[in-house]
């Protein structure tokens, strides 16, 4: 079975303009030979001096020469249209490629620092769960929960950490003791956010959609801990377990704000 003819390969397409000059020159001639035997005649012609010999010729020739002058400045035009609508497809591509390549290492990037968020979480639950808080964990049940959390579920102590503020969410006083009550939680609670928000700004460069930012910060464990600090800081008027709006509680004093 024979391959059809492809337009590409089997099929000349000329330019309108080109057909344009070929046609008005052949006329042109056609017109300057008509007129060169008809009425100056050739013998007349051929003994003409050469300086009227060259006049004529470059009279007879001039618009033609102007013709294509005009017609290869608008196909050199039309050359250049091309060629930047190529480059600007070129640029593109590459910046589509660009793009994928910084979502690629984001997400690398990603499974770092949730890793890195999962260890102040945890850190930060044994400050206020701990020998040294409430003592509801001793020191092998946290070694236990860590090794739990180390085989994937990095989010294990932020779930914890929401659980607690999601417990005390009616009692600020209470809130602002498990995040700000002593150094150590504050120290933590301002690293958490502090990642968190470097996080999203990595998020907010690979994404103009807005999809990864949103999804950390409204469908993960991480942004849900990140905006109960916020809120319990006083900077997010939105209860984030609640979804109500709430007056901004008191930061207790001395207790520098978590995303500074």
């Given amino acids: 079975m024979t391959e059809p003819m492809t337009e590409d390969s089997n099929t000349f397409s000329m330019d309108w303009r080109v057909a344009f000059g070929l046609s008005v020159t052949l006329i042109w001639m056609s017109a300057g030979i008509t007129y060169l035997l008809a ?3 050739w013998d007349n012609f051929i003994h003409l001096p050469t300086a009227d010999l060259g006049s004529f010729l470059e009279g007879a020739f001039a618009p ?7 017609i ?14 190529a480059i600007h497809i070129q640029e593109r591509s590459a910046r589509r490629l660009e793009i994928h390549s910084q979502r690629d290492s984001y997400f690398q990037l990603l499974n770092l620092v949730q890793d890195q968020l999962g260890s102040i979480a945890g850190f930060h639950y044994m400050s206020v769960c701990g020998p040294t808080g409430t003592g509801e964990i001793t020191g092998p049940e946290f ?4 090794s739990q959390a180390g085989t994937g579920d990095h989010a294990w102590f932020m779930r914890k950490m929401v659980s607690l503020a999601a417990t005390n969410m009616e009692d600020p006083d209470s809130l602002q003791d498990i995040f700000f009550g002593t150094d150590i939680r504050t120290r933590h609670s301002n ?25 950390l910060l409204y469908g993960s464990a991480a942004g849900l801990l990140y905006r109960i ?3 319990v800081a006083g900077d997010e008027l939105i209860d984030p377990i609640q979804g109500v ?6 930061v207790a004093a001395g207790i520098p704000e978590p995303c500074d």
């Fill in 191 to 215: 690293n958490f956010s502090k990642t968190f928000k470097k996080l999203l700004g990595a998020a907010r460069a690979v994404d103009t959609d807005d999809m990864l930012e949103e999804a």
């Fill in 39 to 41: 009425i100056v005649g």
């Fill in 245 to 250: 709006s709430t007056p901004p509680q008191t």
């Fill in 64 to 70: 033609l020469a102007f013709l294509w002058l005009v």
């Fill in 229 to 231: 600090i916020r809120h």
């Fill in 143 to 146: 070694s236990e929960q860590r």
């Fill in 72 to 85: 290869g400045h608008f196909m050199q035009q039309k050359e250049i249209t091309a060629n930047t609508k």
